[in-house]
């Protein structure tokens, strides 16, 4: 049987309900400093090298894999900077920004959002441009349309841009205030989860469909992702949702993990990494999402990303030990662990 364990590491695991112990501690192989708050880790195209947002110094930067070390390269970020997408393609970074925050009564007159548009090969600002909308979260597609879910003014709405008009040209449905949004990897599809409402729910919008999207409904509410091969949504909560391939079978739920601030996946390992809020990394098999193992990791992980040729597990950690249940991101480096697979 094939299965994975941590470089250097003795797991002397009784049941993964058992407290932890010194032998199940995680030992990074490397770490980049930054002491910054780090929004998401996306794998370019060719898997060579992970971009992300510094919050903390403005800047959109990538870590060369193969070296395990940041590289030299980065983009300084509007101001207010607040989420990124890339392109399927690989070929473009966008960056939303509000320069104002987000307020619930501000009136929509009020309301001030950019858009940056990164070149990925050149590593260089093509283009940015203002608006009267303040986006919150943003995705995007390979024909410059980025689609961003609005921030202020409580009922708001699924905005599309685009880029090469630099404005709004439509929108997609309404939403709540500050919805958390992804799109498939596929590109077809975008879902939108709630943030202060209960109970919380989450739609999804079908892109591919003829004239009007089609539109499918869930329970959900608060932080996800959606799994690399498109099939499954993990809540930060612990649900998971299976996505169908029709609107009325889409967003069932599928199981339940523990509340976590990110995962990552490994397809061909069947294999689910979570990071949960007391600094555990879970192991979990995929797609029954069952508990198998319990690591420990240095600090507490808010992002995570598993390249799927080197088995490098890219963790964002926190080094504020006291955050509240509902802080879901942090301060801190990006420690690199090594999996190897073991017969």
């Not at 109970?199 to 999207?213: A, D, F, V």
């Not at 040729?309 to 690199?336: C, H, M, P, Q, Y």
């Amino acid at each position: 049987m094939t299965r994975y364990h941590l470089l250097g590491l003795a797991v002397l695991i009784a049941s993964p309900g058992l407290a932890q112990s010194a032998d199940n501690d995680l030992k990074p192989v490397a770490e980049i400093k930054l002491n910054a708050t780090v929004s998401a880790l996306l794998p370019s195209k060719d898997g060579k090298h992970i971009y992300f947002m510094n919050k903390s110094d403005g800047k959109i930067q990538r870590i060369d894999v193969a070296r395990k070390a940041l590289d030299a390269t980065d983009v300084e970020l509007v101001e207010g900077a607040e989420s990124f997408a890339l392109s399927p393609d690989g070929k473009t970074i966008y960056v939303s920004a509000s320069p104002n925050g987000h307020n619930a009564y501000s009136g929509s007159d009020k309301e001030v959002g950019k858009i940056q548009v990164i070149d990925v090969e050149k590593m260089a600002v093509t283009s940015t441009f203002s608006m009267k909308f303040d986006p919150f979260e943003i995705a995007a597609t390979d024909d410059g349309k980025v689609y961003a879910a609005g921030g202020s003014n409580q009922h708001t709405k699924l905005a599309v841009i685009d880029v090469k008009k630099k404005s709004i040209v439509g929108d997609v449905g309404g939403l709540y205030m500050k919805s958390n949004m992804r799109m498939t990897p596929d590109g077809k599809r975008l879902y939108c989860s709630s943030n202060g409402l209960s109970p919380g729910s989450m739609n999804g919008t079908w892109l591919g469909e003829k004239g009007k999207p089609g539109m499918s409904h869930g329970a959900g509410g608060g932080p996800f992702d959606i799994t690399p091969d498109g099939k499954f949504v993990v809540f930060q909560s612990g649900m998971v949702s299976r996505l169908g391939k029709s609107p009325t079978e889409d967003l069932k739920e599928a199981g339940k993990v523990k509340p976590n601030l990110g995962f990552a996946l490994d397809v061909g390992a069947k294999t689910v990494w979570l990071a949960t809020r007391e600094g555990e990394l879970q192991k979990v098999s995929y797609p029954d999402f069952e508990l198998q193992e319990t690591f420990v990791l240095p600090k507490r992980a808010y992002q995570l990303y598993l390249h799927p040729k080197t088995k490098l597990l890219f963790a964002a950690l926190d080094n504020k030990k006291d955050r509240g249940i509902n802080d879901t991101g942090g301060v801190g480096n990006i420690a690199i662990f090594e999996l190897k697979m073991k017969d």
